[in-house]
Nanobody, 121 residues
Framework: QVQLVESGGGLVQAGGSLRLSCVAS????????MGWFRQAPGKEREFVAS????????IYADFAKGRFTISRDNAKNTVYLQMNSLKPEDTAVYSC??????????????WGQGTQVTVSS
C-alpha cells in the first residue's frame, strides 16, 4: 500500500519560511518523479514544483521561482519543499505526489492528503 504523508505546514507571517516534508512508503521511491501541488479555497489545484527521480532536473511554477526549493533524499524516501518569502496568496493545502513520468502536465500515480499552509499578512 502506497502512502505519501506530508508534514511541516502551519501558520506563518508574511515574509516567513516553512519547510514541508513528504515521506513515501510502499513504493520504490528512487524510481519516481515527485511533485508538489497546492489548492487554495475555491480554486483549482495548481502545480508548484517537480523533481526528477535522480534530482537531476527540477521544474518550478513561475510563482515558485526564486522563493521555493524542491529537493529529495532518496535514502530517506522523502521530498522537501522549502518555502521562503511567503505571501498571503501562498495560503493553500500543499500536497505531494509521485509519478513514473516527469513534467508539468503529467499524470501522477499517488497523492498525499496534504498539509495546510496559512500565511498571515
Amino acid at each position: 500500500q502506497v502512502q505519501l504523508v506530508e508534514s511541516g505546514g502551519g501558520l506563518v507571517q508574511a515574509g516567513g519560511s516553512l519547510r514541508l516534508s513528504c515521506v513515501a512508503s510502499g513504493l520504490t521511491f528512487s524510481r519516481y518523479a515527485m511533485g508538489w501541488f497546492r489548492q487554495a479555497p475555491g480554486k483549482e489545484r495548481e502545480f508548484v514544483a517537480s523533481i526528477l527521480s535522480t534530482a537531476e532536473s527540477i521544474i518550478y511554477a513561475d510563482f515558485a521561482k526564486g522563493r521555493f526549493t524542491i529537493s529529495r533524499d532518496n535514502a530517506k524516501n522523502t521530498v522537501y519543499l522549502q518555502m521562503n518569502s511567503l505571501k498571503p496568496e501562498d495560503t493553500a493545502v500543499y500536497s505531494c505526489a509521485a509519478s513514473f513520468r516527469y513534467g508539468v502536465n503529467v499524470d501522477y500515480d499517488y497523492w498525499g492528503q496534504g498539509t495546510q499552509v496559512t500565511v498571515s499578512s
